[in-house]
């Protein structure tokens, strides 16, 4: 009996010293460090708009719609490119053709179709916002049936990422300060940086106005924001 009681405290013993071994320690070979992670954000005013307009029609035969829809959107493009919009900034994003059936066939359950409609759908970026509304009532006149999916974009954004970096980088400072702020250490030089940059979109910030009060519509603000983690040495 006491044999085997020995055994068990041993093999427990054991266990206890593996378990301790694989408790995760600190890295002695890193210096002290304070690691942060700070986040800058640019507004600005968008330089641009995105939008799809819709063209749907309806006819007896598959033909005649395709006909009505290719030549209601052919007028469209037309008309965008007499009012300043460049060829390259028109694009065919959707099509389809879909029959309607009735259910009045010759023979018991048996369909036949009564029309056919035929969607064509392009995406426009219009590159002079103040234009937008002008444009949009030429648009419906042309034979447009909808208008959606309206952005405010900013075309050109590498010089506000880069401020915008700028400003991640210094709250970074500020933060690593805070959190040793009265632990009688001082922030030293940079150990390491990483930018989290992932090609995160640009926000709108859709509380602005419009700067003229005759526009329908109001392009506000675009944020851009870019975030930076940094290890700052600690020293005493």
């Keep these: 009996m006491f044999k085997k009681l020995s055994i068990f405290v041993l093999v427990l013993g054991f266990a206890c010293f ?3 071994q694989d408790t995760e320690q600190p890295n002695p070979d890193l210096p002290p460090l304070v690691s942060v992670t700070g ?3 640019v507004r600005v005013q968008p330089d641009k708009v995105v939008f799809n307009v819709g063209v749907q029609q309806r006819g007896d035969t598959v033909e005649e719609v395709q006909d009505k829809v290719n030549s209601a959107a052919a007028d469209i493009i037309a008309y965008l490119n007499d009012n300043g919009v460049d060829e390259k900034d028109v694009q065919t994003s959707y099509v389809s053709l879909s029959p309607y059936y009735t ?8 369909t036949a179709v ?3 409609t035929a ?3 392009l995406t426009v970026t219009l590159r002079n916002v103040s234009q937008f509304d002008s444009l949009m009532s030429g648009l419906y006149e042309a034979g447009v049936n909808s208008v959606d999916n309206i952005s405010f974009e900013v075309d050109d954004q590498q ?3 880069q401020e915008a970096k700028r400003l991640a980088v210094a709250q970074a400072r500020e933060i690593a300060d805070a959190l040793t702020e009265g632990l009688n250490v001082t922030v030293g030089d940079v150990y390491s940086v990483s930018d989290q940059d992932y090609d995160t979109p640009p926000v709108p910030i859709y509380f602005a106005t ?3 009060g005759d526009s329908s519509i109001a392009g506000g603000e675009v944020e851009i924001s870019q975030t930076v983690s940094v290890s700052f040495l600690i020293e005493n």
Excluded: C, I, L, P
């Design 210 to 212: 419009a700067e003229s």
């Design 159 to 161: 010089a506000q990422k």
């Design 39 to 41: 986040r800058g954000r």
């Design 114 to 116: 009564d029309f056919y």
């Design 119 to 121: 969607t064509n759908t």
């Design 18 to 20: 593996v378990m301790t």
């Design 103 to 110: 259910t009045t066939g010759a023979e018991y359950g048996s």
